[in-house]
């Protein structure tokens, strides 16, 4: 049920930015160029938006297993040893994101002790940055049920895009159309 909540959240959460960034560019393009004026802020925000969205997707993409990696050194291995190395990578990237985390914690109570707002919007710049908290939250949760995986011997590692695979059953798709 938890994780159900969380992929909803990072789906929906995802398709609000990506389409939230579109419409502020497209408004912002059409101001500039059709009018001569623009929004002031649609820079700034655009700026943390984006960052929110690669954070977000960042964690999504750990998920889905759109990262691209490795995989045909790693596929050289047998299936414990590359448990045992994904493992460790596993565990390295947890390190990562405790010191990303504890790191931004500083950071983000530094800048709420401040109280600084953003130059163009009166939004406090701990709330506009506490995405990266967030985001390495979920990158951390999402690594965390990998090693899990890993442990249990249900995975033998990161779920990777096979680009070249995807390529030669598209090819292959293509080349059944024309024959038909």
Request: hydrophobic content about 55%; aromatic content about 14%.
């Amino acid at each position: 049920m938890l994780m159900r909540t969380i992929n909803r959240t990072e789906e929906a959460v995802i398709c609000i930015l990506l389409v939230a960034i579109t419409l502020l560019v497209f408004a912002d393009v059409v101001m500039r160029f059709g009018f001569n004026a623009g929004f002031m802020w649609s820079q700034e925000l655009t700026l943390h938006m984006s960052a929110w969205f690669v954070l977000f997707g960042t964690s999504y993409g750990l998920k889905a297993g759109s990262h691209i990696g490795m995989d045909a050194f790693v596929k050289l291995f047998s299936f414990n040893n590359r448990r045992i190395m994904s493992g460790i990578g596993a565990i390295l990237a947890l390190v990562y994101c405790y010191l990303v985390l504890y790191g931004s914690w500083v950071y983000l109570a530094k800048m709420k002790k401040i109280g600084l707002t953003m130059e163009d919007l009166p939004i406090p710049v701990w709330l506009a940055n506490g995405m990266l908290f967030v985001g390495f939250v979920f990158l951390t949760i999402r690594l965390f049920i990998l090693l899990f995986a890993i442990i249990t011997g249900k995975t033998d590692g990161f779920k990777h895009a096979d680009e070249a695979k995807e390529s030669m059953a598209l090819a292959q798709e293509i080349m059944e159309e024309k024959r038909s």
